[in-house]
Structures are given as structure tokens and as C-alpha cells.
């Protein structure tokens, strides 16, 4: 199924372009504050950016994996992006986002996940969704917890490509209909 866009009251979410490098690398994935929590490291050249959304390009008709740009109404800013793929280790689908830090906590991420969390409910017909978490990113843990995931256990969290290992958190959200 082709990645399908998606609008919330502030956003409107749609599968990213090769022409989104600029806005994604100086946004987000340039910023190591950003890349802090994340599975993968910050981009210190554009043209890591540019392979980084040839992939993303190459998986928007795939069947497991959806990733979304955040896009801002009304000035058509590119202000972070969502997922949710199949992650073998949880045999479930696992959400992923990461937002520009000028916009954190301003209930863009959480907005921007409910409407992903509907899709995979309602069009995907999803029963579960995964997540995790490093458990000293208090802000990632707060929008999981606001979207109704509930906590699992403890586990290890591999940050900046494996190269820092946190202790981290899972969840699970049942999703019903």
C-alpha cells in the first residue's frame, strides 16, 4: 500500500521527497541533540541525508514500513517525521518519530502519532503497535504514554548506530476498533 497523506488539525503528514534534503537536514537529522536518542547518528553532510531519503523514497509503497514528513499548515514547514514498520524482533509493527528541537514540546509529535495510530488501526487493521524508548528521554516516554502505550519492561536501547547502549523501556498499545 502506497504511504497515504494523512492531516491532523496542524499537520499534514505525507511521504517524504528527494527534495525534502535541505529542509530535513538542517530541521533535524544535522542536529546531534536530535540524533541523541535515535537508533541512527546525526548527519554531518547533506549528502548522507540525500541516501538517507533515497531509502525512505524507496519504501513508499512498501507493505511494512510508512514514514511521514510533518509538515506545518499554514507555512508549509517540514518540522519532523513519523513511522510505523515491522520490526521482526516484536513480530509487530513499532512506531518511530523525531521532531526538529524548536519544535518540541508543542504537542506536534503526539498530535502527528494519534492520526498514524488511527491509520494503522483503521486501515492497516492492526491489533498491537510496539515502542521503546532510552529511558532517560523523558520527552519520547510522555508521548507514549499521552498515546495510550502501556509499559512492558526494561531493555537495552542502541543509540547513534549502535555505538551507545541506554537502558530503555518497551510499550505496546493495543489498538481496538
Known sequence: M?????????LRLRPLSLEDAQSVFYCWESDPDVAKY?????HHDINRTKEWLAFETSKIAADDWFRWGFVKKGTGALIGTGL???EEEFGLFEIGYNLGKK???????????REI?????????LKELAGRHATENKGSGNV??????????????????GKVMM??????????R
Open 144 to 161: 507514549m504514554k499521552k498515546l495510550g502505550f502501556e509499559y512492558v519492561k526494561d531493555c537495552s536501547y542502541p543509540c547513534n548506530d
Open 84 to 86: 510505523i514498520y515491522f
Open 117 to 125: 495510530i488511527r491509520f494503522s488501526r483503521e486501515e492497516l487493521y
Open 167 to 176: 537502558a530503555g523501556s518497551e510499550y505496546r498499545l493495543k489498538l481496538s
Open 2 to 10: 502506497k504511504t497515504p497523506i494523512l492531516e491532523t488539525e496542524r
Open 38 to 42: 535515535m537508533f541512527w547518528t546525526s
Open 103 to 113: 519544535f518540541w514540546g508543542k504537542g506536534f509529535t503526539t498530535e502527528a502519532m
